[in-house]
């Protein structure tokens, strides 16, 4: 009901996610911005365990769908459990820094009251303790 358009602004521009729009519906793990910024996922496996493990999380999350997958990077939407409203979510590994980089953004609105942040923050520890047993 409320989709609106996917952003055509997605994806990893040259190691970097898209900032987040003037709004305080978006986290990102690359932003200087206080309201946006978010520390971004860490892992102890192999790059290629530790996508593989944030696909299953993602997967075991409700109303989520994996839009675009490739070795370093996961493209998702979510959509929410009332009005259908869609948040386009972001994984980036970066081998480099040994990191998978985030961004959760809302499509429609200015507040998201939060969800954004909490989902990531749920994704992180879902994915440490799927990591810890492994």
């Known amino acids: 009901m409320f989709a609106g358009k996917r952003p055509t602004n997605l994806g990893v521009q040259n190691g970097s996610l898209a900032p987040c729009p003037n709004t305080p519906n978006c986290v990102n793990s690359q932003s200087t911005s206080p309201t946006c910024q978010i520390a971004p996922l860490t892992y102890t496996s192999?790059?290629?365990q530790?996508?593989?493990d944030l696909k299953?999380?993602?997967?075991?999350?409700?109303?989520?769908?994996i839009v675009t997958e490739r070795p370093n990077y996961l493209y998702?939407?979510?959509?929410?459990?009332?009005?259908?409203?869609v948040d386009d979510v972001e994984f980036y590994l970066d081998e480099v820094?040994?990191?998978i980089h985030v961004r959760s953004a809302s499509?429609?609105?200015k507040s998201d009251l939060g969800v954004n942040r909490k989902r990531i923050e749920t994704v992180r520890a879902k994915l440490q303790a799927l990591q810890s047993q492994g």
Do not use: H, P
């Not at 299953?56 to 769908?65: D, G």
């Open 76 to 85: 998702a939407e979510f959509k929410s459990a009332l009005m259908g409203y």
């Open 107 to 109: 499509r429609l609105g």
């Open 46 to 48: 192999t790059a290629t």
């Open 56 to 65: 299953t999380v993602i997967q075991n999350l409700e109303r989520t769908t």
């Open 50 to 52: 530790a996508i593989a």
């Open 97 to 99: 820094q040994q990191v």
